[in-house]
């Protein structure tokens, strides 16, 4: 969960035809514990997704480019829309920042200080918060919306205190209510399939679901031959575990 310095000016032009083999070869190295469960096909998306979506704000440098790529690593699919990291979209959609160099250094800055302020100089917020997850119990008895909403912030907060200092109350709410929806899309609507899809847009990124990373928690959310929600929850909670813990390995 760290970004090296020397990561910002890594590559010079990313419209030579051979970028997309040095930055695979970027990824590879830079994140192995990454590209151990991506594995080449996941690599070659998250290099595709880095520089497509890095086009779409003015990237076309390698520097940016591979800056964008580790923040997609680091801070999830997504993290350039994701509620929980304003900072980022605003930095991204700063029409006075006019060079992307700038603009990069800008990201760079920002993502280094909410890395350490989140997950720790060493990891150790995260660490805790990771172990602290595979304890959380999945059901819980709600009386109302409003109860909901408080239970689920209860639990925010208890498994990753210094990440959910970092959130205003309206970007938690927002990622409340987009965990409700992004439950509804896969034909949940219960308050576990809400907390277990809040959980892991809170721990992974908004974008999970998307995500070549956990390409495990896609499968179990489309899987056609899953009908009943109960069952594709905890389908999904138990991959879920089995990830966290060989990551945690």
């Not at 970007?171 to 896969?186: D, F, P, Q």
């Not at 999970?208 to 928690?217: G, M």
Request: with cysteine.
């Amino acid at each position: 969960m760290q970004i090296r310095p020397e990561q910002i000016t890594v590559f010079e032009n990313a419209s030579e035809p051979y970028f997309r083999d040095r930055m695979f070869q970027h990824v590879r190295e830079a994140f192995p514990k990454h590209s151990g469960f991506l594995g080449d096909e996941g690599i070659w998306e998250v290099v595709r997704y880095g520089i497509e979506q890095g086009r779409t704000y003015g990237f076309s440098h390698q520097s940016p480019v591979s800056l964008f790529t580790d923040l997609t690593l680091l801070l999830g699919r997504d993290f350039h829309v994701d509620p929980q990291l304003p900072w980022a979209g605003e930095i991204l959609r700063d029409a006075e920042l006019t060079g992307q160099l700038t603009k990069a250094e800008r990201l760079h800055a920002a993502a280094i200080r909410y890395l350490d302020i989140v997950s720790g100089p060493d990891n150790e917020f995260i660490d805790a918060a990771q172990r602290q997850l595979i304890f959380e119990p999945l059901y819980m008895v709600t009386q109302s919306l409003d109860h909901l909403v408080q239970e689920l912030s209860a639990r925010l907060e208890r498994i990753w205190p210094e990440k959910y200092r970092q959130l205003s109350e309206s970007s938690r709410l927002a990622l409340i209510e987009g965990s409700v929806a992004k439950a509804r899309t896969y034909g949940i609507d219960s308050a576990p399939g809400a907390l277990i899809c809040l959980g892991m847009m809170y721990m992974l990124g908004s974008g999970f679901d998307e995500d070549p990373l956990f390409s495990w928690a896609r499968r179990a959310l489309i899987d056609p031959t899953e009908l009943d929600q109960g069952a594709k929850i905890d389908r999904l909670y138990s991959a879920a575990l089995s990830y966290l813990k060989q990551w945690c390995a």
